[in-house]
């Protein structure tokens, strides 16, 4: 029996329900006859994001995943920056003969136990839950994954990488005493694996991070990176090195990053969470190391800079349908009898698909009088849709031609 693929083009939750309700796109097309579990949060060491050129090894993106059995609206953010000054230079006489020695000093650098206390409660773990639905309308098996990410915003947003909350039905934040709460995917850019949460519940929050320049890193000076490889067990771990290079390009997913590179220690479950520079300002992103036989201590991190550029977006809530879909070959629906389309995999609780009576197994055919075939197409379609409005839908049920309203909220 063929299986399909669940690899997605693209997700969105909705804003209103701890339990994350996801968008029309979370997964796209089918694929030959088996079943790709979530590919975006990554499993392990051994699953590659992208091998490259040479012979070296791959590039592996941090996230971590078990398996278990059984138009946008939002407010204005305010986080936190600071920009670096240079580094000046100051005279130390040595102990011994008394001759002077140059060495550099930055302005308010602190170590790194004071690191540690200043910004850890500001690091999070990503709890992610997802859940796919075979075309019979069976469950597939359950994934939980792991990533990290940072507070970086008074009204509890967080940092993170979009692959570490790609098709995922729930996202929880740990906090660095083992705390957890309700949060929901605000937005993402999937280009640039980046992917802003929200704490739902009312709690106070541990602390703020600070956003850094990384436009004044250098080659050689040490940084820290705090997050949870290999997963909750870990949680808060604390590695330290140098940055290797300030501007490196690295191919991931058939697409050139340009990245900052680290001997810090990153691991499966460091995903999304902060490069930390001697002023205990986050000026990175870890999400991927290169990863082979006799590879070590090469890893990456997203720039802030190239971060701090996109949040006024990113912090924008998405519009959102609630529903986990497919696409429908013409091979497809003519072997499975079913019409070309976009098929539902799952709909969220809660979501606006729900209360509009949608339900897995349904076959969408037309969205807002227009006629889609791909998760693209509709996604283009509601796109071009705000808060409060309507938009009518024709799917086939069990053969049957159906309509509803999907009002958005």
């Known amino acids: ?52 050129t040479g012979r070296l090894g791959s590039v592996v993106a941090v ?10 609206v939002g407010g204005a953010v305010t986080y936190t920056t600071m920009k670096n ?52 309308g069976f469950n597939m098996e359950p994934q939980e994954g792991i990533g990290s990410g940072f507070i970086f915003s008074e009204e509890g947003y967080v940092l993170t990488n ?45 602390a703020v991070a600070t956003l850094g320049d990384s436009e004044s890193l250098q080659v050689g000076e040490q940084v820290v990176a705090i997050g949870n490889p290999l997963g909750k067990e870990y949680l808060g771990s604390v590695t330290t090195g140098i940055v290797s290079a300030v501007s490196r390009d690295v191919e991931i997913d058939g697409k050139k990053m340009n990245l900052i590179q680290t001997d810090t220690a990153i691991n499966p479950g460091n995903s999304g969470g902060p490069l930390i520079n001697a002023r205990g300002e986050v000026v990175g992103i ?9 590879i070590e201590g090469i890893g990456f991190s997203i720039p802030i800079n190239d971060v701090t550029t996109k949040l006024e977006n990113l912090v924008k809530q998405k519009i959102t349908l609630g529903i986990t879909v497919q696409n429908v070959t013409k091979e497809l629906a ?36 227009k006629k889609v075939e791909t998760v693209e197409e509709l996604n283009k379609i509601k796109d071009t849709h705000k808060d409060g409005d309507t938009i ?18």
């Open 162 to 206: 979009f692959h570490v909350i790609s098709g995922a039905n729930q996202v929880k934040v740990i906090f660095n005493n083992g705390k957890e709460v309700n949060a929901k995917i605000v937005n993402y850019n999937q280009e640039a694996d980046l992917a802003v949460l929200k704490i739902t519940d009312k709690v106070e929050l541990p």
């Open 334 to 369: 003519e072997k499975y009898k079913v019409p070309v389309g976009v098929y539902i995999t799952n709909v969220a609780n809660f979501s606006i698909a729900q209360k509009g009576g949608l339900q897995p197994g349904d076959v969408i055919t037309k969205f807002d009088g």
């Open 392 to 409: 009518e839908i024709e799917f086939v049920r069990n053969g049957q031609n159906m309509k509803a309203s999907l009002k958005i909220e």
């Open 286 to 294: 870890n999400t991927a190391k290169l990863s082979g036989n006799g």
């Open 85 to 136: 000054t240079n580094t000046p230079v100051t005279q130390q006489k040595s102990a011994n003969n008394g001759n002077t020695v140059v060495a550099p000093t930055a302005v308010g650098s602190i170590n790194i136990p004071e690191i540690v206390t200043k910004v850890s409660p500001a690091v999070v773990g990503v709890s992610t839950k997802s859940v796919s639905t075979s075309i019979f």
């Open 1 to 52: 029996m063929d299986n399909f693929n669940n690899k997605d083009n693209k997700f969105n939750t909705m804003p209103e329900n701890h339990n994350m309700n996801y968008d029309s796109s979370t997964y796209g097309s089918f694929k030959n006859t088996e079943i790709y579990n979530n590919p975006y949060v990554y499993p392990d060491p051994k699953i590659k994001r992208k091998r490259t």
């Open 63 to 72: 996230a971590l995943i078990c398996s278990l059995l059984g138009g946008a």
